[in-house]
């Protein structure tokens, strides 16, 4: 039985998602500028933006089962940068695949996988914290 507080919870953890998903479509697709006055323009950008952003997180999903690791790895931002290099690369004749392009180890220059942070340490808020150990008191 779903309680009324694990959906607001549920919501509220994905209410980023939906910012990220703006930011995105507002700074990197271009949606923020309007390219037209009328109904019907501002319609087919709005819906032409929203369809390629779907496409490009269709396509980094595709990326994150290639290459096993879970979405969040994978940087929508430099997947939407490295589509010219795909492009380029099937000009010349090089790639077919945009999957296999991306997920190659020669193309990990690109930055579609975002590397990983440090753990953030734990903040001590005892009143008289301890020193660090140094290596003198080891030995």
Known sequence: M?????????????????EDAFHIVKRLLGLSYLWTGS????????WATWLFY?????L????ADELSLPFDR???EMLYRG????????????ATDPVKYF???ENQDLGVVKALRK??????????PLPPLTNAQFA
């Open 2 to 18: 779903f309680y009324l507080r694990d959906v607001v919870a549920d919501l509220y953890r994905r209410r980023w998602r939906i």
């Open 39 to 46: 109904i019907n323009g501002i319609k087919l950008q709005v």
């Open 54 to 58: 779907a496409v490009l997180v269709d």
């Open 60 to 63: 980094g999903d595709a990326i």
């Open 74 to 76: 994978i940087s929508l």
């Open 83 to 94: 589509l010219y290099h795909f492009s380029v690369a099937y000009d010349k004749g090089k």
């Open 103 to 105: 997920a190659a180890k």
């Open 119 to 128: 753990p953030v340490p734990k903040l001590d808020l005892s009143p008289f």
